[in-house]
């Protein structure tokens, strides 16, 4: 099979924007070897310059949106991408995923949401690390990575020393796939809000820049030292109206310009949404509608289970009668872990006296071992959230 593929030489510039010089455009060529960064605060306009690039040049490149808030659903109808949810999926099924978009040509979009943030890192490494593996016969299938978010999964910063570990496999495979992508075919497109929170290995290997709105100090002194601003100039940056970035590098412009991007044919889904007053409810209304009553934190029977530490703590709730009950609940929310199950349920998977689960529940509760409403009918309950942290992968949605 013959592959149809565009001679970047030629005809590989694609336009994005006006400047005081004309046209600002892109050269896809430039970009695939020194890759670029987007950069903006809030509202600047970042994701929707990322989104006007993935339309003009999705006809030159295999593109793959790599989407950390859902937010490019239907930009990736407009190109033909295919939507893969990544929390469907476990790690080895994404590499391999990614291999077979390489091999295959396929416009991909990744999409990352609802995953808790140590899983969001994982999940994109093990993709990412599929796309740097192909086999050397593919790397002439060229490929668009564009990531929005990315200090998602690069991060400056651990949130805690527990993230540590994730933090450093996030921020390794993406700067390495920066590193190492132009032999390989991929070119590197980063968008992120904050300079400050996106890891400054990632940082150094992007050499294009689109650096919009700025409003925090770190910020603004970061995005000033890649376009080489002064102090008078570095003030610019703080000024800029949502969807005019300063363009610098080999594959937009020699000198940092202004640029104004143009508009984009999708609609950006994550914009801020119109002002919308609240509902003109009468109190007792408001009240029912929220139907509080069922909504209160349940009342830990057993109190003493949340102040005691160690050994005393562990002793306390081995002795307790619906400790065995306990456990076989853990084991089963586990294994469902993020989603959640009610109290019924429960009961006929364990094999359970419905009491016997209500006791369970209500000791799990009490050592904040996980989240449930008080007993009833409707009970529902999952694992608390510092326990699904702990849950890599997810085979099941349900109980059986």
């Known amino acids: 099979m013959t592959i149809a593929t565009h001679d970047f030489t030629r005809d590989a510039k694609v336009p994005l924007g006006h400047c005081s010089a004309g046209t600002l455009e892109l050269d896809l060529g430039k970009l695939m070897s020194g890759r670029c960064l987007i950069q903006g605060s809030s509202g600047a306009g970042k994701s929707q310059t990322l989104r006007r690039i993935i339309e003009e040049a999705f006809d030159y490149l295999t593109t793959i949106i790599v989407d950390p808030e859902g937010e490019f659903a239907n930009l990736a109808a407009h190109i033909g991408a295919t939507t893969v949810v990544a929390r469907d999926y476990a790690n080895d099924g994404l590499t391999a995923l990614a291999l077979r978009t390489r091999q295959h040509r396929i416009a991909l979009h990744l999409d990352l949401t609802d995953l808790e943030p140590d899983h969001r890192i994982e999940k994109a490494a093990a993709f990412f690390a599929g796309l740097l593996s192909a086999p050397r016969e593919h790397w002439a299938h060229t490929v668009l990575v564009c990531i929005d978010e990315a200090h998602l999964l690069a991060p400056h910063m651990a949130a805690s020393a527990r993230d540590a570990e994730t933090r450093r496999l996030g921020v390794a495979t993406l700067t390495d796939m920066c590193a190492r992508g132009r032999k390989r075919g991929i070119g590197t497109i980063i968008a992120t809000q904050r300079l400050a929170k996106l890891?400054?290995?990632?940082?150094?290997?992007?050499?294009?820049?689109?650096?919009?709105?700025?409003?925090?100090?770190?910020?603004?002194?970061?995005?000033?030292?890649?376009?080489?601003?002064?102090?008078?100039?570095?003030?610019?940056?703080?000024?800029?109206?949502?969807?005019?970035?300063?363009?610098?590098?080999?594959?937009?412009?020699?000198?940092?310009?202004?640029?104004?991007?143009?508009?984009?044919?999708?609609?950006?889904?994550?914009?801020?949404?119109?002002?919308?007053?609240?509902?003109?409810?009468?109190?007792?209304?408001?009240?029912?509608?929220?139907?509080?009553?069922?909504?209160?934190?349940?009342?830990?029977?057993?109190?003493?289970?949340?102040?005691?530490?160690?050994?005393?703590?562990?002793?306390?709730?081995?002795?307790?009668?619906?400790?065995?009950?306990?456990?076989?609940?853990?084991?089963?929310?586990?294994?469902?872990?993020?989603?959640?199950?009610?109290?019924?349920?429960?009961?006929?998977?364990?094999?359970?006296?419905?009491?016997?689960?209500?006791?369970?529940?209500?000791?799990?509760?009490?050592?904040?071992?996980?989240?449930?409403?008080?007993?009833?009918?409707?009970?529902?309950?999952?694992?608390?959230?510092?326990?699904?942290?702990?849950?890599?992968?997810?085979?099941?949605?349900?109980?059986?």
């Open 199 to 400: 890891a400054s290995s990632v940082v150094s290997e992007l050499h294009n820049h689109l650096i919009g709105l700025n409003v925090f100090d770190r910020d603004v002194a970061r995005a000033a030292d890649l376009l080489g601003f002064g102090g008078d100039q570095a003030a610019l940056l703080r000024q800029l109206p949502p969807g005019e970035f300063f363009a610098f590098g080999p594959a937009l412009s020699a000198l940092p310009v202004l640029a104004k991007i143009d508009t984009t044919i999708t609609p950006h889904i994550g914009r801020t949404p119109d002002l919308v007053a609240a509902a003109d409810l009468a109190p007792d209304e408001s009240r029912s509608l929220l139907d509080l009553d069922t909504l209160r934190e349940v009342a830990p029977a057993r109190t003493t289970h949340a102040v005691m530490r160690g050994q005393r703590s562990l002793d306390a709730f081995l002795l307790d009668p619906a400790a065995p009950a306990a456990a076989r609940i853990v084991g089963a929310l586990g294994r469902i872990a993020p989603n959640a199950t009610t109290a019924d349920d429960l009961a006929r998977h364990l094999a359970l006296p419905a009491n016997d689960v209500a006791a369970g529940l209500d000791l799990l509760a009490a050592i904040g071992a996980s989240d449930t409403m008080p007993r009833g009918d409707t009970r529902i309950a999952r694992l608390s959230a510092r326990l699904r942290l702990r849950v890599v992968d997810t085979p099941v949605v349900g109980l059986a």
